[in-house]
């Protein structure tokens, strides 16, 4: 393209093209949001307008599209949720006063992670950003939601590639950011481990930020507020190296273009401060997804958020998703939510009060660049009102617990009184045509809008006496910005006009003209009108500068109000589905009588759940090995016990008579299977991954949930091995676990180990039927009942009668011969010939492609058979 034949717009636009390469380039062109070129094929293909031509000095029109720019944010925000920057270059003076060209410049750039339009945000869910920086061994992690301003670090050191990245899986799935920021020489490793294709992808140069100065590059964007804190926050958690930080504090400056005063705080977050879940377990326990929806329905989320502010959704995520291991801050929130299940009363008159409450975490984001409206400022003032009335009725119980909780509501009453002050009861969004200000708080303003009002009376008065004194029944007295005041006629009433009309424009079905009167009245009413909206932007400026002062103490107050909107969600599910305040033990032991999946139970309408009691512990019930058929409910107790054990851990009441809990650092889940054909993973592969890093991580304090482990690869070759991880974790971690299996061979190592107990699920025979009865009972069962599951799920009658014909061959050739799992398989071939000759005779023979612990049992049953003879 020769560039020098472009026209100067079209030089103007590919320059700012040129800078901003990645981005689709939203190029401000009177009331419209202009794309050329390639942006423009992309952006009409992905928005679904209208794709045009425009002339750009070349042969060949540029191709163009556009969108009106007051609804722009709806067009952005399509692109950003298919992962595409956006950036807004608009005009920087007045055209009218622009010699030449108008100046134009980047004044945003939206990216999926720094998008804050609240319009189209998920209210529920943050939208994070996150950073990271991998260097050898080490690995620091920042993220942020910028529309509410909250900044997380996390950094761990000496950690193996493997562990790193292991670590890093874990945190990008905990955060779930939109937006991910790595440095280059780890974006491909990062794109080969994680396969994050949902989330937007930057590299960058972290050898450009290891000596640059945090402050001192980026200090003036930033409130003293976050100075102060970021330096104390690195003093007391000896950092040194947060290129992570430094990185996503850069982007955010660089894409934002404003100063960034709503962010004034930073967090350490410590993985050792929270029960940790992995990715597996999260997903299979259904913690913030379901299964089946890939959204929060069908979640424990979903059962136990009933929150009545966005504020409070998000929270109560974090919660759900970080439960605490610190004892003090779970009896905390216990208390609290235990004083409000005492009365119903009071949790509704605060549910009332906090629906009436905005979103005033999202809200700062908008006083920090100043483009809050009045009627969001009124919003704002309306909740601080409601936090006051929240206080009061915290203060006036009398309960230690919600006293103590009312200190936590701060005075913000300067706030609210100023805006009380300053704006009207009910202003408008848009401020360009209307009064915001109330009357008498500035006399100077009064009076223009005094003569402005009295002028629009005049001009009423004017439009009525010119259509009797002409008889000119639809004369009619308009308005635009370029032409000012002005008489429109139509051409059917021409004749009538009267000699002191004075033409001012021609159109194909009407004509305009202006009075002497008419004129003289413009130059007044224009005057009044730009010097009063002109004086009220200057009075609704300084309301916001006042405001954006306080934007910490604004974010304290959202942060209070969220916490108490989560505590009261989780004693009003408490009361709904009568759940039960859980106790805590220093005694290892997990003790819940008449247990209850809150899932399951909360989708269950007609029925009636069948609750179960479990006792687990380290010393005689450490294993709790789990036979029966499927479809019985093994899986649906095993994951009850991990979700109520993790709503303790939240602080939460829990779905059982009652519940007696140790508190443990991790629970691992080893359920379902899955491949992962993109990384060329069997399901077995992927099963077997699974339970090396349970077996690596795993503690004495963690609670394990297996389920069919080893049912991926051939029946000795798994069987082998979940008896050996057994042992291994009878013999060496000693950890609580639930081991769900059809290896009925397995129920023997309740005879080796004092730790293991049998569990079955109870089945009743009526003739050819069988019916789940979904009671967890002491003992084992040897009968899998797949062919009456087949039954039972609808297949064949015909498949299923062979079926039948086919198992009693089976039995019949099988009858009398066991393995017993509990007797020492004999390695040394030189300590046992027998056994080894007999291993190679059937070899030589080759009746079957047989192992040696085949053989082993097989000799053994020989031997005992020959015995018996």
Request: glycine share 4%; charged share 30%.
């Amino acid at each position: 393209m020769n560039r020098e034949k472009l026209t100067p717009m079209m030089q103007q636009y590919l320059a700012v093209k040129d800078e901003n390469p990645d981005s689709i380039l939203f190029f401000r062109l009177g009331d419209f949001y202009e794309m050329f070129f390639d942006d423009a094929l992309l952006a009409s293909r992905e928005l679904e307008i209208t794709l045009t031509k425009r002339d750009a000095g070349l042969e060949e029109k540029a191709p163009m599209c556009g969108v009106p720019y007051h609804v722009a944010s709806s067009y952005i925000s399509k692109l950003i949720d298919k992962g595409y920057k956006v950036a807004i270059c608009d005009q920087v003076e007045d055209p009218k006063l622009a010699k030449g060209i108008v100046k134009r410049e980047v004044t945003q750039i939206i990216t999926p992670g720094t998008f804050t339009d609240t319009e189209y945000l998920k209210s529920d869910l943050n939208n994070y950003l996150l950073s990271i920086f991998i260097q050898a061994y080490y690995i620091n992690l920042t993220y942020s939601d910028y529309s509410t301003g909250e900044i997380y670090f996390i950094e761990k050191t000496f950690l193996s590639k493997a562990e790193l990245y292991h670590f890093l899986r874990d945190q990008v799935d905990r955060i779930s950011p939109n937006e991910i920021l790595i440095n280059e020489e780890e974006i491909e490793k990062f794109k080969k481990s994680l396969k994050k294709d949902n989330a937007f992808l930057n590299a960058y140069i972290s050898e450009n930020l290891k000596k640059s100065n945090l402050i001192k590059d980026f200090g003036d964007y930033f409130s003293d507020t976050f100075k102060d804190n970021l330096k104390n926050f690195l003093d007391k958690n000896n950092i040194n190296d947060y290129i992570s930080l430094k990185k996503l504090l850069q982007y955010l400056v660089i894409t934002q273009k404003i100063n960034l005063k709503h962010i004034n705080n930073i967090s350490y977050y410590n993985n050792f401060d929270f029960l940790f879940l992995d990715e597996s377990s999260k997903r299979t326990l259904e913690i913030v997804k379901g299964l089946n929806t890939f959204t929060k329905k069908g979640s424990l989320l979903d059962v136990l958020d009933k929150c009545s502010t966005s504020m409070g959704s998000r929270k109560l995520k974090k919660w759900v998703e970080s439960p605490l291991i610190n004892l003090e801050k779970i009896e905390r929130r216990l208390n609290l939510i235990e004083s409000f299940t005492k009365d119903l009363l009071l949790l509704d008159k605060l549910e009332n009060i906090l629906k009436e409450v905005y979103d005033i975490e999202r809200l700062v984001v908008k006083i920090s660049n100043g483009t809050i409206n009045p009627r969001e400022l009124v919003s704002l003032k309306s909740t601080i009102e409601n936090s006051k009335k929240v206080k009061k009725i915290l203060e006036s119980q009398d309960n230690f617990y919600l006293n103590l909780l009312s200190k936590d509501f701060i005075d913000l009453d300067d706030i609210s009184s100023e805006i009380d002050n300053v704006l009207i009861d009910n202003p408008p969004v848009i401020i360009e045509e209307n009064r915001i200000i109330k009357e008498e708080y500035s006399k100077d303003l009064d009076e223009l809008f005094r003569i402005s009002i009295e002028g629009k009376n005049w001009l009423l008065d004017f439009e009525e006496r010119e259509r009797k004194r002409t008889g000119i029944k639809k004369l009619k007295v308009k308005h635009n910005k370029i032409l000012g005041y002005f008489i429109e006629v139509t051409k059917s009433f021409l004749d009538q006009v009267p000699e002191d009309y004075i033409r001012k424009q021609t159109l194909v079905g009407s004509e305009r003209f202006f009075s002497v009167k008419l004129k003289e009245m413009e130059g007044k009413l224009l005057g009044s009108k730009e010097r009063a909206l002109n004086l009220q932007a200057e009075i609704y400026n300084k309301l916001k500068d006042f405001i954006g002062k306080e934007i910490y103490r604004i974010q304290i107050l959202a942060d209070k109000l969220s916490d108490l909107d989560s505590i009261l969600s989780l004693a009003k599910v408490s009361n709904l589905n009568n759940y039960t305040r859980p106790k805590f033990n220093n005694d290892g032991f997990i003790e819940i009588k008449e247990g209850r999946h809150p899932i399951v139970e909360s989708y269950m309408k007609d029925d009636f759940f069948v609750p179960n009691d479990t006792f687990i512990d380290t010393k005689n019930n450490m294993i709790h090995i789990i036979t029966g058929p499927n479809m019985a409910g093994k899986s649906t107790y095993m994951r009850q016990v991990a979700l109520i054990t993790i709503m303790a851990h939240i602080g939460s009441f829990v779905p059982c008579d009652s519940c007696n809990i140790s508190l443990v650092d991790r629970i691992f889940t080893r359920i379902g299977a899955s491949d992962n054909l993109a990384k060329g993973q069997s399901t077995f592969m992927v099963e077997m991954q699974e339970v090396a890093d349970i077996i690596e991580n795993a503690s004495s304090n963690s609670l394990l949930i297996l389920d069919e482990v080893g049912r991926g690869t051939s029946t000795f070759d798994g069987l082998a091995i979940a008896n050996a991880i057994i042992e291994y974790i009878a013999e060496n971690i000693k950890a609580k676990t639930l081991f769900a299996t059809h290896y009925h061979e397995l129920v023997h190592l309740e005879e080796k180990y004092d730790s293991i107990e049998n569990l079955t699920i109870a089945v009743d025979r009526q003739d050819d039927d069988i019916i789940f009865l979904r009671k967890i009972i002491q003992g084992f069962t040897n009968n899998s009942y797949g062919i009456d599951v087949a039954k039972l799920a609808g297949i064949d009658n015909k498949i299923i009668d062979r079926a039948k014909e086919v198992l009693a061959v089976i039995e019949k050739e099988n009858e009398g011969i066991s393995i017993d799992l509990n007797k020492e398989f004999v390695k040394d071939e030189h300590e046992n010939p027998e056994i080894m000759n007999f291993i190679n005779k059937l070899k030589e023979i080759n009746i079957l492609e047989i192992n040696p612990m085949q053989a082993f049992n097989i000799l053994d049953e020989i031997v005992k058979r020959s015995k018996e003879l």
